[in-house]
Structure formats: structure tokens, C-alpha cells
């Protein structure tokens, strides 16, 4: 398959190049030109108002997927406790399959875990796919692979998802790539086309400056990661459901890891995600010192301290504490942002969030875009003197 120029019909109009993603064609001598770096692409076919660009590429033929049915999440469960995530699928799952018109799975594997399929039907699956055996006892990614391979092959779902948490990071491209499908990892919404009916899937792109949507048109499953956070937790109008145990032939000489110990982490970690009240502080805090005054007003308003990236890789705050592209997302009841600009990336993280007050200098700051309430000034005359006020005031309600 090519790409070329008929030099003749050419006016060197330079639409082609304009059009071209991979800077593959320049105009010389008044013609274009197709250089090394095309792709076959054929983008910049149809941009040529004269057909002096031609191609044999035959454009590609969507599959027939008619046999694929139902929006599948992933019920991620740790020592027999189900994922916050698991559930927060359930209810993005439920709206894609109504749209559908297609029903909502779960795939439930663990060691003595049955007890939480109820839970996964109070919270919107009309099916839940057992698997259980001393073997998935604890997560590691051959076993779990194994069983959605298999699952997959057999149940032919039109849609899985899961959680962009440790596990469904590891876990959703080794699946991906068993079953042949793609992969959109860490959505932050998920919706269908009205018109096709296909899966469209954002995400941040370009280091978090623009939202992309993509569409997998080409390969079933249509299977994404979803940030733990950003869907809300919807219980089911029914709560009758089917519970299908499974039985593996898988054993241990074919799963090539082990789990010898689980070390915990011994500092102190806030799941921000449950949060009612955020104060966070960005790069206009300075230091440790700056957040000690962002953490009297979170004691004051009995709320949680975050940040964002400037602040965690300064040292100002733990990395459980990082709101944004690349920490948790968050969607608290309100949300105070001091110093912090505002940036696509961070509001990636927090942008859900059903009230947002911004304290910044300056009256320009991306972050007073999103602002139900926003404060011009210094944080450090503000933050003080607002951490003040609050403790007066309950004070006069506590007498």
C-alpha cells in the first residue's frame, strides 16, 4: 500500500501538508512531495481539491460484533474486601448498557469471596462470574489473566472495564493483549455514540493538555481503566441478579510467580477519595511551612490536606496525597485550592468536585475558570485570617 503524487495534476496549493500528522510531504518546485515518514495514513487524500494525491489503500471494514453482548466490570477485591472502584463501574456500567440495551457482569475472582457477589447486585450486575479456588487466593496477573481469557472466549462481552488501580493496570493490558482487543487506560469518562453505538473514552493526552476521546471501532472487547473517583456510586433500581460459579483447570506449575509476603506500609495513609472536605496547595504555598497553615484550616473545617505534582515532588506532601493526572481524582463536597494555578492536568483530578473555592493572586489563574467561589489575594493573609474566623464562629456554636 502507497501514497504518491501526480506531479501533473499538482498546484502545490500546500493542503496536503497542512493536513499531513507526520510532516511527511513538502512542496518543491511548486509540487508535492511525499517524503519518508508517511505512514499510509491517507489523510491528505481527500484533502486534494485537484486528486493529485492518490492511494491504493482500501479502507478498512469494521467486523461484524453481533455476538458480543454486555458491559462487563471487574470486581476488584483485596483479603475478601471489594474495591471502592468495583462499585463506581457498576453505575457508569449500568447507564452504558441501558443505552445499549444490554445487560451489566461482573467478574468476581478470589478465594472464599461469594459473600461479595450480593453486594456486586445491590450495585447494578445482573450477573456475576464466580471464580474461586486457593489458586486466586491473591491477585497475580497469569492466574486473573487466565480466567478472563477464558471468560471472554466463552461470553463474547461487548464492553470490560476496570479500575486504573495497581491491579487493573497490571492486570487490563496483559488481558488486552490476550484477547486480541485495545486498550484506553486511565478514563476519566465513558460514554456511546449515539450513532454507532460504540464506546467513547476519555482521557488526558499530550501530558494532560487536551481531553482525547477514542473510539475502538475494530477489535471486541472495548475494554478501558477508569480512574478510582470519577464515577459516582449508583445502587441498582432490582436487586435480583445471577450468580455463575466457574471451575479452572489452572494449577500452580502454570502460574510462574509466588506470593511470599505482604509488606505494609507503616506511614499513615488518608483514602482522599472519601473525602468530604480538600484543602490543597500548590506551588504557590513556597514550602512545608505554607502547608502547615493549609493543614490548620483542613483541621478547622474537619477536612483532609492535598496538593498537586509541584507539591508532592518538592517534598511538601506524600505521594497518597497528589491530586491529579497523576495521583487520585477526587470529588469532594467542596474543595479549597490555595495557590494552586489551575492546570488541565490538575483539574483532571478534581474537577468533579460539587463545589471548588480558589485563594491565588492571581485574577487570571486557569483555576478561577472552574471556581464556584474564588478569592484574589495571598494565601498567607487569606488562609490565616479565613482559619480564624472558622474557629471563632465555632466557638460561638459549641456555647
Same mark, same amino acid.
Given at each position: 500500500? #502507497?501514497?504518491?503524487?501526480?506531479?501533473?495534476? =499538482?498546484?502545490?496549493?500546500?493542503?496536503?501538508?497542512?493536513?499531513? !500528522?507526520?510532516?511527511?510531504?513538502?512542496?518543491?518546485?511548486? $509540487?508535492?512531495?511525499?517524503?519518508?515518514?508517511?505512514?499510509? =495514513?491517507?489523510?491528505?487524500?481527500? %484533502?486534494?481539491?485537484?486528486?493529485?494525491?492518490?492511494?491504493?489503500?482500501?479502507?478498512?471494514?469494521?467486523?461484524?460484533?453481533?455476538?458480543?453482548?454486555?458491559?462487563?466490570?471487574?470486581?476488584?477485591?483485596?483479603?475478601? $474486601?471489594?474495591?471502592?472502584?468495583?462499585?463506581?463501574?457498576?453505575?457508569?456500567?449500568?447507564?452504558?448498557?441501558?443505552?445499549?440495551?444490554?445487560?451489566?457482569?461482573?467478574? /468476581?475472582?478470589?478465594?472464599?469471596?461469594?459473600?461479595? @457477589?450480593?453486594?456486586?447486585?445491590?450495585?447494578?450486575?445482573?450477573?456475576?462470574?464466580?471464580?474461586?479456588?486457593?489458586?486466586?487466593?491473591?491477585?497475580?496477573?497469569?492466574?486473573?489473566?487466565?480466567?478472563?481469557?477464558?471468560?471472554?472466549?466463552?461470553?463474547?462481552?461487548?464492553?470490560?472495564?476496570?479500575? #486504573?488501580?495497581?491491579?487493573?493496570?497490571?492486570?487490563?493490558?496483559?488481558?488486552?493483549?490476550?484477547?486480541?482487543?485495545?486498550?484506553?487506560?486511565?478514563?476519566?469518562?465513558?460514554?456511546?455514540?449515539?450513532?454507532?453505538?460504540?464506546?467513547?473514552?476519555?482521557?488526558? *493526552?499530550?501530558?494532560?493538555?487536551? +481531553? &482525547?476521546?477514542? @473510539?475502538?471501532?475494530?477489535?471486541?472487547?472495548? +475494554?478501558?481503566?477508569?480512574? !478510582?473517583?470519577?464515577?459516582?456510586?449508583?445502587?441498582?433500581?432490582?436487586?435480583?441478579?445471577?450468580?455463575?460459579?466457574?471451575?479452572?483447570?489452572?494449577?500452580?506449575?502454570?502460574?510462574?510467580?509466588?506470593?511470599?509476603?505482604?509488606?505494609?506500609?507503616?506511614?499513615?495513609?488518608?483514602? /482522599?477519595?472519601? #473525602? %468530604?472536605?480538600?484543602?490543597?496547595?500548590?506551588?504557590?504555598?513556597?514550602?512545608? *511551612?505554607?502547608?502547615?497553615?493549609?493543614?490548620?484550616?483542613?483541621?478547622?473545617?474537619?477536612?483532609?490536606? @492535598?496538593?498537586?505534582?509541584?507539591?508532592?515532588?518538592?517534598?511538601?506532601? !506524600?505521594?497518597?496525597?497528589?491530586?491529579?493526572?497523576?495521583?487520585?481524582?477526587?470529588?469532594?463536597?467542596?474543595?479549597? *485550592?490555595?495557590?494552586?494555578?489551575? *492546570?488541565?492536568?490538575?483539574? #483532571?483530578?478534581?474537577?468533579?468536585?460539587?463545589?471548588?473555592?480558589?485563594?491565588? $493572586?492571581?485574577?487570571? @489563574?486557569?483555576?478561577?475558570?472552574? &471556581?464556584?467561589?474564588?478569592?484574589?489575594?495571598?494565601?498567607?493573609?487569606?488562609?490565616?485570617? /479565613?482559619?480564624?474566623?472558622?474557629?471563632?464562629?465555632?466557638?460561638?456554636?459549641?456555647?
Amino acid at each position: 500500500m #502507497a501514497v504518491w503524487v501526480e506531479v501533473d495534476l =499538482c498546484d502545490g496549493c500546500r493542503r496536503c501538508t497542512r493536513e499531513c !500528522p507526520y510532516d511527511a510531504i513538502e512542496v518543491r518546485d511548486g $509540487k508535492a512531495r511525499i517524503g519518508d515518514r508517511c505512514t499510509s =495514513c491517507g489523510a491528505c487524500v481527500d %484533502k486534494c481539491h485537484h486528486e493529485a494525491i492518490r492511494s491504493d489503500i482500501q479502507p478498512r471494514v469494521v467486523p461484524d460484533f453481533s455476538e458480543y453482548k454486555g458491559v462487563w466490570v471487574f470486581a476488584e477485591q483485596r483479603a475478601g $474486601k471489594l474495591s471502592r472502584v468495583s462499585v463506581e463501574l457498576l453505575g457508569k456500567a449500568q447507564e452504558l448498557a441501558k443505552q445499549l440495551n444490554e445487560k451489566v457482569s461482573a467478574v /468476581l475472582i478470589g478465594y472464599h469471596v461469594t459473600d461479595l @457477589a450480593n453486594t456486586l447486585i445491590e450495585f447494578g450486575a445482573e450477573t456475576v462470574h464466580l471464580v474461586e479456588g486457593p489458586i486466586f487466593k491473591d491477585y497475580r496477573t497469569e492466574s486473573y489473566t487466565h480466567v478472563f481469557q477464558e471468560l471472554v472466549s466463552a461470553y463474547k462481552p461487548n464492553i470490560l472495564i476496570m479500575g #486504573a488501580t495497581h491491579i487493573g493496570r497490571d492486570l487490563a493490558p496483559r488481558v488486552s493483549r490476550r484477547v486480541g482487543s485495545g486498550l484506553t487506560a486511565d478514563c476519566t469518562d465513558l460514554s456511546i455514540d449515539p450513532d454507532e453505538g460504540i464506546l467513547l473514552q476519555t482521557r488526558p *493526552a499530550f501530558g494532560g493538555n487536551i +481531553m &482525547a476521546t477514542i @473510539a475502538n471501532r475494530f477489535s471486541r472487547p472495548q +475494554m478501558a481503566t477508569v480512574r !478510582p473517583g470519577v464515577m459516582e456510586v449508583v445502587p441498582a433500581p432490582s436487586t435480583k441478579g445471577t450468580v455463575i460459579p466457574h471451575g479452572s483447570t489452572l494449577t500452580e506449575d502454570k502460574v510462574r510467580t509466588q506470593i511470599l509476603e505482604f509488606v505494609k506500609e507503616e506511614t499513615p495513609h488518608v483514602d /482522599l477519595s472519601k #473525602a %468530604k472536605i480538600i484543602v490543597a496547595g500548590g506551588r504557590g504555598v513556597n514550602d512545608t *511551612a505554607g502547608f502547615e497553615l493549609l493543614r490548620e484550616l483542613a483541621v478547622a473545617l474537619e477536612g483532609e490536606l @492535598a496538593g498537586t505534582r509541584v507539591a508532592f515532588e518538592a517534598g511538601w506532601i !506524600p505521594a497518597s496525597s497528589q491530586v491529579g493526572q497523576t495521583g487520585i481524582t477526587v470529588r469532594p463536597e467542596l474543595y479549597i *485550592a490555595c495557590g494552586v494555578s489551575g *492546570a488541565i492536568q490538575h483539574r #483532571a483530578g478534581m474537577s468533579d468536585s460539587r463545589f471548588v473555592a480558589a485563594i491565588n $493572586k492571581d485574577p487570571y @489563574a486557569p483555576i478561577f475558570k472552574v &471556581a464556584d467561589w474564588g478569592i484574589v489575594g495571598d494565601l498567607f493573609d487569606v488562609v490565616p485570617e /479565613l482559619t480564624r474566623q472558622l474557629r471563632t464562629a465555632c466557638e460561638v456554636m459549641c456555647d
